[in-house]
């Protein structure tokens, strides 16, 4: 049995062959055809070239510009097209001419989003931002323990990694001035958050138990859900946060399989009240819902937090549950985020509002944000998430 | 110099030769090839076929199955394609032979739905609701007369009218109760809104003025955006409308072209407070933003409701400057929503929740709820926006 190319992949690297996510790339050199690839080390795999090559039945799959089609063929069809690519690993068809440099491609946003929703599921983050949003209240409102509170964002504005983000202008007002006033943020934050892709689709009217959760859902990507704290505080009361988050949210170029984070697999915190049956996942013989992300966050290459997604209150099949209960349907694209991950230590908080305690300092023009993320793989490996990256520009004059 | 086709329209038709709203229709003895078709009284002219059979350079944006192609052609095409048609009704060419009953057609959603954003522009409804949902406080926010606050829904889940809608079920919470129960909602409504659909795109960091309104949005459709006000109480602290929300909202079949409602437009409400620049509507030569378009809403049949969307405090125009000033884009098939039209008087509120002051009763199963609405056009014709029809349909077990 041949080993796993282990001459592609040095011992400890987080892209071995226990990873291989996906993502869309095109060659600098020949830019006019993106299509699939997936990640081994510092290379890229050109699986589409490949499936074309060797007559593969997923060929059409795999070469597209974007991966909702594939996500669209569900989970039969995404474990032999996975199982296919680690045959031919096995095999030495893959990587041989079909190895790219990582710094040789230009990757592109992976997947078309459909719809977009952001959920607030780490009990450290939301108590933190009730603490500083609402000094005068409970921290948590009395929903929060009883159902994964949640909103859709702009799908519009999800840019892959990499791309710039012009600092948003808009109108703010502390409680202390007398008027609004207008102008480019003067508190641009991030939100470094999990995000997990819909890829089979289900019909309205029929809700999506937790059970079904590997049915539907393809795999995992990292968010920065960028926030302006200042706009965000003056618009969001009653109907919730709108411009203050929809002028960019950015995914990592990579979508790893929900099969490469089966040893990540973890029971999510105890619940403080018993919840009702469509959210209970206390159900003997359930998969563990939670998932061991070791999250990094750095500013400008300086490692500021280390959030643990295993921390989080809600898990994300409790989250589809959730927001299919009401029958709303799932589409090929959708694109549903954790919120912010934070932990309880003071160097575990996914974002500047908290790791700063509201009181900045803010990103500054010029500041690269960079998540990344790594889980336990099989074996004492580790499966890398990629990363999300991105720069603030200035405001437009 | 021939007339307007007098024969096909009877004098005082809304859906004359001034309206000529744009829908997507198959034939129900041919349902196999959906295409654009035009509305003429009771008919659907099949433009599409018209411009194949007559050569004309806009046949293949007409031949589609969805409005996005058309739309994205941006506005000099979209008074072309207009006064193409008209032509061909002047010269008789139209209706000729391309006129189909509307009873012997299935009517299907326009267009593809990008992003959905839903507004709160009317002041009457947001302090009655305020009123309701936040009996301590002040029905208005602080930031309500200073920016049109929205957020954004679920794009998955637009339907158009003739669809039924599923009564949602969901976690509900009375002050009173204990803990939280699960099961159909008890408390389900409409709101009338009148939709706008932007046709022409804008790049991400380049906010749209409200001059440019004209330039990005193709027209106008009629709203109903489904609300279970029992889920939405228990959800919506602290970030807005989810689930009380996302299970279906319906547009009408027919978009009518900006230009058709140049006579109804006027001037909106006079403004409390000085607005920032961007929202300023009151600079000397500009058009006016508002719309004198006249709601009625009918239950089984039963006009229960004539709304004035005249009364909105924000514009249109106002709101696309809004979503966009911080910089995100719009894509073709973004719609945005004017939020319930409610006027101030009783029997002008756009939903159940006003009209019963929160005590219902509300929509049973089986209830079909129709809202329609028509526009002063030139020289005293009326202008026709069609209607968003739906019945409710039982729970799912």
Redesign the interface.
């Known amino acids: 049995m041949p080993q796993h190319s282990p001459h592609e992949t040095p011992e400890g690297d987080p892209f071995g062959p226990d990873t291989l996510p996906y993502g869309v790339f095109t060659p600098r050199d020949a830019p006019e055809h993106p299509r699939i690839g997936v990640r081994l080390g510092a290379s890229v795999l050109d699986v589409a070239t490949a499936a074309r090559d060797h007559g593969s039945a997923y060929a059409d799959l795999l070469d597209q510009p974007v991966l909702n089609p594939l996500m669209a063929a569900g989970r039969p069809v995404w474990e032999a097209v996975r199982a296919e690519i680690r045959d031919r690993l096995d095999q030495g068809v893959l990587p041989g001419a079909y190895a790219r440099s990582l710094d040789a491609v230009t990757l592109h946003l992976p997947f078309e989003v459909?719809?977009y929703v952001d959920f607030?599921a780490s009990e450290h983050h939301a108590t933190n931002v009730?603490r500083i949003?609402?000094p005068d209240g409970e921290p948590l409102?009395?929903?929060w323990k009883?159902?994964p509170?949640?909103?859709?964002?702009?799908?519009?504005?999800v840019?892959v990694s990499g791309t710039d983000v012009?600092r948003?202008?808009?109108?703010r007002?502390a409680p202390s001035d007398p008027?609004?006033?207008?102008g480019p943020s003067q508190r641009l934050d991030i939100e470094a958050e999990v995000g997990f892709v819909v890829g089979t689709p289900s019909a309205?009217?029929?809700?999506v138990p937790q059970s079904a959760f590997r049915d539907h859902v393809f795999g995992v990507c990292l968010v920065n859900d960028w926030s302006?704290r200042d706009?965000q505080a003056?618009?969001?009361?009653?109907?919730?946060?709108?411009?203050?988050k929809?002028?960019?949210t950015s995914v990592s170029a990579w979508i790893t399989p929900l099969e490469a984070l089966d040893a990540a697999r973890t029971a999510p915190p105890a619940r403080t009240?018993p919840l009702?049956?469509?959210l209970d996942d206390a159900a003997a013989g359930s998969e563990p819902g939670g998932l061991d992300l070791r999250l990094e966050v750095r500013v400008n290459g300086e490692a500021v937090s280390r959030p643990p997604f295993s921390s989080m209150y809600w898990t994300a099949a409790q989250q589809l549950a959730?927001?299919t209960?009401?029958?709303?349907?799932?589409?090929t694209g959708?694109l549903f985020a954790s919120g912010t991950v934070s932990g309880p230590e003071p160097d575990q908080l996914g974002c500047l509002l908290e790791l700063t305690r509201g009181k900045g300092p803010w990103l500054a023009d010029g500041d690269e944000v960079t998540i990344t993320a790594w889980a336990p793989g099989p074996g004492g490996s580790r499966v890398g998430l990629g990363e999300v990256t991105g720069r603030v520009r200035p405001a437009?004059a």
């Open positions: 459909a719809d607030y009730g949003f609402r409102t009395p929903n009883h159902l509170i949640g909103y859709h964002g702009r799908a519009g504005t840019v012009v948003p202008r808009g109108q007002k008027a609004p006033s207008f309205v009217g029929t809700p302006a706009i003056w618009e969001y009361v009653p109907l919730g946060p709108f411009l203050g929809s002028f960019a009240y009702l049956p469509y959730h927001m209960v009401n029958g709303a349907s799932l589409r959708d437009v």
